[in-house]
């Protein structure tokens, strides 16, 4: 009963919706890039440079918020670098992803024992504070998860409806599904693909960037080396999770929080008698299982990790 | 199609004094050594139809890529209402008024109609866009030119035929004033084919120019105002439709005359192989079959006629051996076939002319010879687990010399012989061993006209030995001039056979089409077998 109840405290809810956030902003950058055609593997690397940029934005005295507009960009920087390789270069979607993030984590751990060579323990700042939301947060439970939160909170789920209004309801969005699907009928149509994809992996990269940036700036308060672990990975599946539809894709980031909230709870619980790596293993195994039930079916963008060249025969 | 209703004045009167609104002047396009478009210069003139007829390689499609701006020409100029077209530039095309329908269709499936018509028409960055004022304006073209479709069906759920609507829906909602269609009929049933040329004609009434891109005569004699020829990337002849012949035009395409291939009656056998009600499993995007049976009976040519993506692909995986049946069995020589595999399916005797020769006929990156023996490589050309080249060898040689395959070598690689040479390659390696039954799955498609006839020679010559043949085929002419014997293919549900001549092609169009009448339906459950 007590493993019930974890599900109904607060306290619970308002972790969960902690966890998603990064998540939520990384799946939708990842998202973005798919949906044009551009599997984007750089993703954890870019999250780790974005993680550094704005804490150490905001370690130099910088403001917080214009920490995360860095972090946003030197993830179009790398945004741009794939995209230059795999749009108009068209190099393998898969080598050049692994690429950057070797390139990006390596860079951002480098840069980090140069900016501080004598530091032992990670310096903190501060971060984003809680941001009550009047009236709404006040509801139990839903108004402390929800209207609780730090303001970058906030903009991952403002994030998740513009990208589904851009991609739905502009002409820009239309274009930019048509370029995952088949380029050949944007061309068709007097649009450069090349445009659109690279405008899309940049985005897309800035989005996965603040993604990491929310790991210092609003929950661990420093940069440390393997924070990512492994976080841009899951919004890669979580993507295919939610049959790339943004609300889909919001709905499995949610989902794989609460369960990495819940088994932490589980942990104490149960007093060391189940080896804790049980519990740290089972967001994943669900996430695997969640995955198969759910993903069978789903429709990818079909000319997804296929470049395209202009004039090809 | 021949009955098409041509009541237009004459043309040479109603176009010599229309303005010209396209111009192309010494358009000349390489690809490494390939000469694909030489030195080409027409015009194209208000409210006419013009044909542009060539063999499959002529330089059609490279041609009209060029006038779209997908290709960037090497030389020449193409000049849109009296303006020169910046190269290279889809967009300015557009603008100039010069709408596409390519062969492979560009629409994204995982959108609307709507969608697909409107993208790139409004700005890029618009917070949203009108629905209901783009729906409207399609509604009136739908009608206006006899385009009906749904707008807010997607794509991915549109027939072959309605999604070339959406296609022509796409241009004039551009308000384009030349259309250019590349090879538009392939892909439609005869009757969608008559649809299709209303449409054009109402077009054309209303002052567009359209340019009609095939290799089909009947279809071009049938709707053009004027022809120009293309042979091996040259335009060799232009004419008024009206004042030139269908034997004129095929020997200015070809560049000789082609005799037509001459079918002597079959001297029928037995059957060797009979499906009795055979379904197979719902693989992919594929037609699975449903519940078909018919027989192939020896020294006879059957062929299976049917729009592309009815359930042609499994009954051919069927018979290769690549898939087994759900239900239902398969009898060869009297015998019915149990642990059915592509081995099995060779050892019956079953000779396979697949239908991709890139993707499953051969392996492009391996020689000749690899790709001779890839068939036998661990039975008849292994030697205690090894393989045996010298045979290997022999056995390409011999196909090389017996069917002709111009290659420089035994060890080139596939992917550097023409499409031509590549099939017969296969052609021998599949007709070597004398099959009793030959599995030839689009044989001739997008081969030159010698390289087709040669094909025809070699399945009528295995006809001759008493083979059982079946020819699936996407091009209509080709069945009715082999086949003894036709069926058609509709849902993975075949139609009962019919003799030579025995259906009209409208006939035979409207069961391609599905129309399958209840009393034929029942008429062929007893033939069938």
């Given at each position: 009963m007590?493993a019930f109840d974890?599900?109904l405290?607060?306290?619970?809810?308002?972790?969960a919706?902690?966890i998603?956030?990064p998540?939520?902003?990384a799946t939708?950058?990842?998202?973005?890039c798919?949906r044009a055609?551009?599997l984007?593997l750089?993703i954890e690397?870019?999250m780790?440079?974005g993680a550094f940029?704005?804490w150490?934005?905001?370690?130099a005295?910088?403001?917080?918020?214009?920490g995360v507009?860095?972090?946003a960009?030197?993830?179009?920087?790398?945004g741009l670098?794939?995209?230059?390789?795999t749009?108009p270069f068209?190099l393998s979607?898969?080598?050049?992803?692994?690429?950057i993030?070797?390139l990006?984590t390596?860079l951002?751990y480098?840069?980090y024992?140069?900016?501080?060579p004598?530091?032992t323990?990670?310096?903190k700042?501060?971060?984003f504070?809680p941001l009550p939301?009047?009236?709404?947060?006040?509801?139990?439970?839903v108004?402390a998860?929800?209207?609780?939160q730090?303001?970058?909170?906030?903009l991952?789920f403002?994030t998740v409806?513009?990208v589904?209004?851009?991609?739905?309801?502009t002409?820009?969005g239309?274009?930019?599904?048509?370029?995952g699907?088949?380029?050949?009928?944007v061309e068709?149509?007097?649009?450069g693909?090349?445009?659109?994809?690279?405008?899309?992996?940049?985005?897309g990269s800035a989005?996965?960037a603040?993604?990491?940036?929310?790991?210092?700036?609003s929950a661990?308060?420093?940069?440390?080396f393997e924070?990512?672990n492994g976080?841009?990975?899951?919004?890669?599946?979580?993507?295919v999770?939610g049959?790339?539809?943004?609300?889909k894709a919001?709905?499995?980031?949610?989902l794989?929080?609460?369960?990495?909230?819940y088994?932490?709870?589980?942990?104490?619980?149960?007093?060391?008698v189940?080896?804790?790596?049980?519990?740290l293993?089972?967001p994943?195994?669900?996430?695997?299982l969640?995955?198969?039930?759910m993903?069978?079916?789903?429709s990818?963008?079909?000319a997804?990790m296929?470049?395209?060249q202009?004039?090809?025969? | 199609m021949?009955?098409?209703?041509r009541?237009?004045p004459s043309?040479?009167e109603?176009f010599e004094n229309?303005p010209?609104?396209?111009?192309?002047?010494g358009v000349?396009?390489?690809f490494g050594?390939?000469?694909a478009n030489?030195?080409?210069?027409?015009?194209?003139?208000?409210g006419?139809?013009?044909a542009l007829l060539?063999?499959?390689?002529?330089?059609k499609?490279?041609l009209?890529?060029?006038?779209?701006?997908?290709y960037?020409a090497?030389e020449?100029t193409?000049e849109?209402?009296?303006?020169e077209?910046?190269?290279?530039?889809?967009r300015a095309a557009?603008?100039a008024g010069i709408?596409?329908?390519?062969q492979?269709f560009?629409l994204?499936?995982?959108?609307?109609v709507?969608e697909n018509?409107?993208?790139?028409?409004e700005s890029?960055?618009l917070?949203?866009?009108?629905?209901?004022?783009?729906?409207?304006?399609i509604g009136?073209?739908?009608?206006?030119?006899?385009?009906?479709?749904?707008?807010d069906?997607r794509?991915?759920?549109l027939?072959?035929?309605?999604r070339q609507?959406?296609?022509?829906?796409k241009a004039?909602y551009?308000?384009?004033?030349?259309?250019?269609?590349d090879e538009p009929t392939?892909v439609?049933?005869?009757?969608?084919t008559?649809?299709?040329f209303r449409?054009l004609?109402?077009l054309?009434?209303?002052?567009?120019?359209?340019i009609?891109?095939?290799?089909?005569?009947n279809?071009?004699?049938?709707v053009s105002d004027?022809?120009?020829?293309?042979?091996?990337?040259?335009?060799?002849?232009?004419s008024v439709?009206?004042?030139?012949?269908r034997?004129?035009?095929?020997?200015l395409m070809?560049?000789?005359e082609?005799?037509?291939?001459?079918?002597a009656?079959a001297?029928?056998g037995?059957p060797?192989?009979?499906?009795?009600e055979v379904?197979t499993?719902?693989?992919g995007?594929g037609?699975?079959?449903?519940?078909?049976?018919?027989?192939?009976?020896?020294?006879?040519i059957?062929?299976l006629?049917?729009v592309?993506?009815?359930g042609q692909?499994?009954l051919?995986?069927?018979?290769?051996?690549?898939e087994?049946?759900?239900s239902g069995?398969?009898t060869?020589?009297?015998?019915p076939?149990?642990?059915?595999?592509?081995?099995?399916a060779?050892?019956?005797g079953?000779?396979r002319?697949?239908?991709?020769?890139?993707?499953?006929?051969t392996?492009?990156d391996?020689?000749v010879?690899?790709?001779?023996?890839s068939e036998?490589?661990?039975?008849r050309?292994?030697?205690?687990?090894?393989l045996?080249?010298s045979a290997?060898?022999?056995?390409a040689?011999?196909i090389?010399?017996?069917y002709?395959?111009?290659?420089?070598?035994?060890e080139?690689?596939?992917?550097?012989l023409?499409?031509?040479?590549?099939?017969?390659?296969?052609?021998?390696r599949?007709?070597?061993s004398?099959?009793?039954i030959?599995?030839?799955n689009?044989?001739?498609?997008?081969l030159d006209?010698g390289?087709?006839s040669y094909?025809?020679?070699r399945?009528?010559?295995?006809?001759?030995?008493?083979?059982?043949i079946?020819l699936i085929s996407e091009?209509l002419?080709e069945i009715?001039?082999l086949?003894?014997?036709i069926v058609v293919?509709?849902?993975?549900?075949?139609s009962?056979?019919?003799?030579r001549?025995?259906?009209?092609?409208?006939?035979?169009?409207?069961?391609?089409?599905?129309?399958?009448?209840?009393?034929l339906?029942?008429a062929?459950?007893g033939?069938?077998a």
């Open positions: 007590e974890i599900l405290q607060a306290s619970f809810w308002v972790a919706i902690r998603a956030s998540l939520i902003f939708m950058g990842e998202l973005i798919e055609g551009v984007n750089g690397g870019i780790a440079a940029a704005g150490v934005t905001v370690y005295g910088g403001n917080l918020w214009t507009i860095i972090a960009l030197v993830g179009a920087m790398f670098l794939h995209g230059t390789l749009v068209g979607q898969h080598v050049v992803g692994i690429g993030t070797l990006a390596s951002t480098f840069t024992r140069i900016t501080l004598e530091v323990s990670p310096p700042i501060a971060p504070q939301i009047p009236l709404l947060s006040e509801i139990p439970v108004g998860a929800l209207f609780n730090t303001p970058l909170t906030y991952a403002v409806a513009v589904a209004w851009v991609l739905y309801r002409p820009l239309m274009a930019v599904r048509a370029a699907e088949n380029p050949a009928a068709a149509q007097g649009i693909v090349t445009s659109i994809r690279m405008g899309a992996v940049m985005v989005l996965m603040i993604g990491g940036a929310f790991l210092t700036m661990f308060n420093s940069f440390f924070m990512i976080r841009g990975w899951i919004c890669i599946a979580l993507v999770f049959s790339w539809r943004p609300g919001l709905l499995g980031a949610i794989f929080a609460a369960f990495d909230a088994q932490v709870r589980l942990q104490q619980l149960t007093g060391g189940v080896p804790y790596q049980i519990f293993m089972m994943y195994a669900l996430s695997i969640a995955l198969i039930a993903s069978r079916r789903a990818y963008p079909k997804l296929v470049p395209y202009k004039g090809e025969r | 021949s009955g098409f209703n009541d237009m043309p040479e109603s229309a010209v609104v396209l111009r192309l002047s000349t396009k390489r050594s390939l000469t030489d030195a080409i210069s027409f015009s194209v003139r208000r006419e139809i013009v060539g063999e499959n390689g002529a330089g499609t490279t009209m890529n060029i006038l779209f701006g997908h960037v090497d020449g193409v849109a209402f009296g303006k077209l910046p190269a290279g530039d889809p557009l603008n709408g596409m329908v390519h492979h560009t994204a499936e995982n959108m609307s709507l018509i409107v993208l790139g028409t890029m960055w917070i949203r866009f009108d629905h209901r004022a783009a729906r409207t304006r009136k073209l739908a009608n206006d030119f006899g385009l009906a479709v749904d707008p069906k794509v991915a759920a027939s072959v035929g309605e609507r959406v296609e022509i829906l004039l551009r308000d384009a004033r030349v259309l250019i269609l392939a439609l049933t005869p009757n969608e008559e649809a299709l449409t004609k109402i054309v009434a209303e002052g567009l120019s359209i009609f891109i095939s290799h089909k005569l279809e071009v004699m049938a004027r022809v120009l020829v293309l042979r091996g990337g040259r335009l060799v002849g232009e439709t009206s004042r030139t012949t034997a004129e035009l095929a020997q070809v560049g000789r082609i005799p037509p291939p001459s079918v009656p001297t029928v037995g060797i192989l009979t499906f009795n379904s499993a719902r693989t995007t037609t699975p079959l449903d519940k078909v049976s018919f027989s192939l009976n020896a020294g006879e059957t062929g006629a049917g592309s993506g009815n692909a499994a051919a995986a069927l018979l290769s051996g690549i087994r049946p759900m069995s398969i060869i020589g009297g015998k076939v149990a642990n059915w595999s592509p081995q099995a060779l050892s019956s079953i000779g002319i697949p239908e991709d020769r890139h993707a499953i006929g392996i492009v391996m020689s010879t690899e790709n001779a023996i036998r490589y661990r039975t050309f292994s030697r205690h687990g090894f045996d080249w290997a060898r022999s056995f040689e011999e090389i010399r017996d002709d395959v111009k290659c420089p070598s035994p080139t690689r596939i992917r550097l023409s499409g031509g040479n590549m099939q017969k390659l296969i052609l021998g599949a007709l070597d004398d099959p009793s030959i599995l030839a689009q044989p001739t498609r997008g006209v390289a087709v094909v025809h020679q399945l009528l010559q295995a006809r001759e030995r008493g083979a059982a079946l091009d002419d009715l001039a086949a003894d014997r293919i509709s849902k993975g549900r075949l009962a056979p019919s003799a001549g025995e259906r009209s092609v409208r006939e035979i169009g409207e069961l391609m089409a599905g129309h399958q009448d209840a009393a339906e029942l062929g459950a033939n069938a």
